[in-house]
């Protein structure tokens, strides 16, 4: 595995740490699994209950707030590097710590739940391992 991720003309390496997991785990960095251009964040924004259009055509949104959700997009890696990886975003709810948000400035602390977890699985295998590509995940804030 090649962390991709990693400071390149002295600017400084990201920061995307899974801090807990609802179990007790020390913290768990996700950054040396992501691939090059593997996160992707969008604000989803959360409209109001009663949103919608009237019927003179006018959109009344109520709009709430915004909520973050970001893909992540890993490179190929062994069975007890995914198994690990897995693990600490299958909880029903983590805690991350980030800088690549952005929209916001600085480190954010946020809450988030996982689905629809994917890989691929290699059928050869490299110096005796199993490998798995294609790890993707969606993170989504509470």
Not at 34 to 44: L, M, S, V
Request: charged share 20%; aromatic share 8%.
């Amino acid at each position: 595995m090649r962390n991709k991720a990693s400071a390149k003309n002295g600017a400084s390496i990201m920061v995307f740490d899974i801090v807990s997991s609802g179990t007790g785990d020390v913290p768990f960095s996700i950054v040396p699994y992501i691939g090059e251009g593997g996160i992707k964040w969008t604000a989803n924004g959360i409209d109001a209950s009663d949103a919608g259009r009237t019927q003179d055509g006018m959109m009344h949104r109520g709009f709430v707030t915004n909520k973050a959700k970001c893909e992540i997009e890993c490179l190929w890696m062994g069975k007890s590097e995914v198994r690990a990886l897995l693990q600490a975003i299958m909880p029903e709810y983590v805690t991350i710590v980030t800088d690549t948000v952005p929209w916001m400035d600085g480190t954010v602390v946020m809450t988030m739940y996982s689905n629809n977890i994917g890989a691929t699985v290699l059928t050869e295998y490299t110096d005796g391992e199993r490998l798995y590509g294609d790890v993707t995940f969606p993170l989504v804030e509470r």
